[in-house]
């Protein structure tokens, strides 16, 4: 069993546009990832979470693909338009990140509390969020796949 990384709560949907709020709640987790492949881990959790067996992602994606880094990589473009992070809180600017160390960086997660972060995900076709509601919330495993 994997250990949870980052919580999860779906803040709106619109189109083929959902906003989401992400905290980490691991201590050995420091990133908030922009990349497709980790959106398109994010959209498919709920399919097994909520139980969702109907629905376009859960018959477009099996488990095996969803937890395979090779399929996922290639097929990411297919379901995933774009991810941006809007905005951040308890969280340091990308210079100061990079330049903290494991230790340096929990200390600032203790000086400022769990780092937060929203997100905007937009997928190629409204069918692939269409399992995805507002109030939503889980814990996750996704990660970034990229090397």
């Known amino acids: 069993m994997s250990t949870s990384l980052i919580s999860i709560e779906i803040s709106g949907k619109k189109g ?15 990133y908030f990832y922009a990349k497709k492949n980790f959106a398109l881990q994010i959209l498919w959790e709920p399919v097994q979470i909520f139980d969702k067996p109907d629905c376009a992602m859960a018959k477009s994606i099996s488990v095996d693909q969803i937890t395979d880094e090779t399929w996922v ?20 600017s990308d210079p ?20 937060e972060a929203e997100f905007r995900i937009a997928v190629t076709e409204d069918k692939w969020i269409e399992h995805i509601q507002p109030g939503m919330k889980w814990e ?3 990660y970034n796949m990229e090397a």
Request: glycine share 2%.
């Open 73 to 92: 990589l290639e097929n990411e473009n297919k379901y995933i338009a774009d991810i941006i992070i809007m905005s951040t809180k308890n969280y340091p």
């Open 140 to 142: 996750s495993t996704s």
């Open 16 to 30: 083929k546009e959902v906003l989401l709020k992400i905290k980490i709640i691991n201590p050995a987790e420091y």
């Open 96 to 115: 100061e990140l990079e330049s903290l160390n494991r230790k340096q960086f929990d200390e600032f997660r203790e000086k400022n509390g769990i780092p």
